[in-house]
Nanobody, 114 residues
Framework: QVQLVESGGGLVQAGGSLRLSCEVS????????MSWIRQAPGKHRETVAV???????NYADSVKGRFTISRDNHQNIVYLQMYSLRPEDTAVYYC????????WGQGTQVTVSA
């Protein structure tokens, strides 16, 4: 059974930091590109960061320089370190694993107060 379990969300003031984690089980983790995708109320989903299996990372322009995606292939965890958070970063953040098929976590809420 494939499971992606996000954690680390919460309420933070603008300018603060959070680190999201996504623990993955049931797949060969190293084969999968890992992404963080967020959705704010009334808005389309936005791919925040993608970390490919070759180690290359890509970021949405809105988070470049503030967010960092990383992965631990031994513990099967992907992280999203978020700095300088802004109210517009408020959203539910989802972890995604992609290799021919997509797997999703249940999401974790991040709320940034002004």
């Amino acid at each position: 059974q494939v499971q992606l379990v996000e954690s680390g969300g919460g309420l933070v003031q603008a300018g603060g930091s959070l680190r999201l984690s996504c623990e993955v089980s049931g797949i060969t983790f190293g084969n999968y590109a890992m992404s963080w995708i967020r959705q704010a109320p009334g808005k389309h989903r936005e791919t925040v960061a993608v970390l490919n299996t070759d180690g290359n990372a890509n970021y949405a322009d809105s988070v470049k320089g503030r967010f960092t995606i990383s992965r631990d292939n031994h513990q099967n965890i992907v992280y999203l370190q978020m700095y300088s958070l802004r109210p517009e970063d408020t959203a539910v953040y989802y972890c995604n694993a992609r290799f021919r098929v997509d797997y999703w976590g249940q999401g974790t809420q991040v709320t940034v107060s002004a």
